[in-house]
């Protein structure tokens, strides 16, 4: 009974990872897919868009485990390295803290955070 137990977490754990695993590749095929409905060529390679995915994940994760930045309202794409933050933010504070997060991710090149907007509603 416990060895049965044992081998279905084991095999639950392992599903677990290699469906975490994908993620950045299926990242990568839907940038692809969506580079805004045209068929245009990137000089990037494999390698550099599963990097891109990667940091983007990796961005989008320590947004999820910052208390600085709210997650769930801030878009982020990668391009070269070269990380573009789109959305709301409630503060000018915590637009800082999304690029000053953004920019503590390896790989990270720069930071636009230029698409990102402080919700003057919230400020106040």
Known sequence: MRNQSMIRR??????????????PLSQVAAQDASADGSMQRSNQTVPDKAADA??????????GTSKA???????????????TLSGNVGSAQEKADAVRVAKSVKGVKGVDASALTVNASAEH
């Open 10 to 23: 084991t095999v639950l754990a392992a599903g677990l990872t290699a469906a975490f695993a994908l993620i």
């Open 54 to 63: 990667w940091i983007t994940t990796k961005v989008k994760s320590e947004f």
């Open 69 to 83: 930045v709210k997650a769930t309202d801030v878009s982020v794409t990668t391009v070269d390295g070269m990380v």
